[in-house]
Structures are given as C-alpha cells and as structure tokens.
C-alpha cells in the first residue's frame, strides 16, 4: 500500500469511507470540464465505480488521495505512465496540486522505475499548465479527447517528463 507524506499532504489510496466527499468534491463541473473521465453530474454510483476501479489498479499505477488535515481534497495518480490529478475547488490555488505531483512524479520515477512520465491539460486549462511547467514537463504536441462531462471531443496539449529532466529540476533527489 503506497502512503506518501509531503509538509503539507497525506497521499493515501482511497477507500469506501471517502465516497461522499468524492460526489461532493467532484459533482462541480468547474473541476469535471478539465478531466476525461470525470462525468457531470457526479453521484453516488460513479464514485463506487471509481473506488472499484482503484481497488483494481494494475501493479504499476497509482491513485492516490490527496488529504490536508484529514480532509479529501483531491486525487492524483500515474496510470499507465500517464500524471492526472484534480482538486477540490476551495482549495485551488494554495500549491497543493505541485506538492502532491512533486510526490507522485518521485515515486513514479523510483518505485515504479519509470523512465519518463506523459501528462496532458486540456486548452484553456492554465492551472493545469503552471503546475505541469512548474515540475519540468515539457510539450509533446497537440491532440484531442473525449471528454465525459464536458460531452465532446476537448484539444489538448500533450507533455513529458524525462526521469532526467526530472533531476535536473529537483537536484535533491536521486532517481
């Protein structure tokens, strides 16, 4: 089981006790219109389908909550090689998403032995965009995915992050 601690932050899997403040976070399209697989409106049913889907996760991913003083406020993973995360709104802005990426993208790159790590925001997400510039993801190009909430196909912009850009950026650390 995958714990990690930042100053701020306990990342921890997500359980069945944390289905409510999942439908109470997420049932906002102002978070669900900036992600994939994230419908709107967001119930009951589709967070037990979220926390069956991570009591299933393939032994090389991770999805983890995001808590500050106990409280849910996020989720961050790296699925199939690929960084996603999302906040709960009250608590955009405070740099949390940077500290639990900074977490997740050290533990990709030394449990999980990745040698680079992809992440894509959808155009127009310029939170998104700051946190990925900020940790040293670099573009890719462009493309397009089907969002859920927002109904349609949304433009993207594809980025990675090389475990060797990864050190030049955190020079503490040793992956």
Known sequence: MTILETTRLILRPP???????LVAALNNFNI???TCRIPHPYGPADAAAFLEYCRNLHVDD??????????????IGIERGELGYWLAE???GRGYATEAAQATIGHGFSA?????IKASYFTGNTASQRVL?????EPLGTGATYSRAQKTAAR???????????????????H
């Not at 991770?62 to 996020?74: C, D, F, M, Q, S």
């Not at 999980?112 to 680079?116: F, Q």
């Open 62 to 75: 991770v999805v983890l909550l995001i808590t500050h003083g106990g409280e849910a406020i996020g989720v």
């Open 156 to 174: 993207h912009i594809n980025l990675v992050l090389t475990r060797e850009a990864w050190r030049r950026a955190n020079p503490a650390t040793r």
């Open 133 to 137: 510039a900020k940790l040293g993801f």
């Open 32 to 34: 669900s219109r900036w």
């Open 112 to 116: 999980a032995g990745r040698d680079s």
């Open 15 to 21: 359980g069945d006790g944390d289905a409510e403040a």
């Open 90 to 92: 009250p608590h955009w």
